[in-house]
């Protein structure tokens, strides 16, 4: 167990539709990361948020929107879904924003867009 | 194009035996991690490893990063079942920050008994 905590674990819903996944990190720890899974990209990085304010942004789309609350915890929020946008979400977080820093990530969320 | 290339994609050996999963690059990358992960799961850091021509091991895993810092290497001695996974390497680039790393598509490694 990572102690990072990620809900809902699967998600099925339809194109056009708006999800949000939740993502608690360890204990302590101030940073969060949000990557994509799929069979043909592999991981992805999509955005970070250190101590709730962005710190850097990977290949995010515009239709996707991250933010991380004062209590630490994250919300990935994916807005007209479209059938390529299923894919595993992870979410992972490090006490700090230091060079080498271990990652920590959850068990994912399963999205799939029918 | 994918900047971390990994090979093989799928390795299905028999338990004893030894294997190399490599990972290449033409980038230089100021850090490189091996991650594992099993199904239903996030993956896990086995190493880091952030000088050019560093060696290390873990148990019956050895880790090298290049001395050009653009590839790295996984040798695993006497495999076991418990082996069985995604094995992935991720590079950190120059210049960005600490989670945005790069990762390879993994080798998918099956240890028969």
């Known amino acids: 167990d990572s102690g990072v905590t990620q809900t809902p674990k699967h998600l099925i819903t339809a194109t056009g539709q708006r999800v949000t996944l939740r993502c608690s990190p360890r204990s302590g720890d101030l940073s969060v990361y949000w990557y994509q899974q799929s069979l043909d990209q592999g991981l992805q990085f999509l955005i970070q948020y250190y101590n709730g304010e962005e710190r850097a942004k990977g290949n995010i789309l515009e239709r996707f929107s991250a933010q991380q609350f004062p209590d630490l915890h994250s919300e990935l929020n994916l807005s007209s879904l479209e059938l390529g946008d299923s894919a595993l979400y992870f979410c992972?977080?490090?006490?700090?924003?230091?060079?080498?820093?271990?990652?920590?990530f959850g068990s994912g969320t399963q999205l799939s867009v029918l | 194009t994918q900047l971390l290339e990994q090979s093989p994609q799928f390795l299905s050996i028999q338990e004893g035996e030894n294997l190399t999963v490599y990972c290449n690059s033409s980038s230089v990358f100021s850090s490189l991690q091996w991650y594992r992960q099993e199904p239903g799961e996030g993956p896990v850091l086995l190493v880091t490893v952030v000088t050019g021509g560093e060696v290390k091991k873990l148990k019956r895993l050895t880790f090298q990063f290049g001395d050009a810092r653009k590839d790295s290497s996984l040798h695993i001695t006497a495999a076991q079942p418990g082996d069985t996974g995604l094995y992935l390497c991720a590079g950190a680039l120059y210049g960005g920050s600490q989670g945005n790393l790069i990762f390879g598509k993994g080798t998918k490694l099956s240890v028969k008994p």
């Open positions: 992972a977080s490090s006490n700090r924003d230091r060079l080498n820093e271990k990652l920590f």
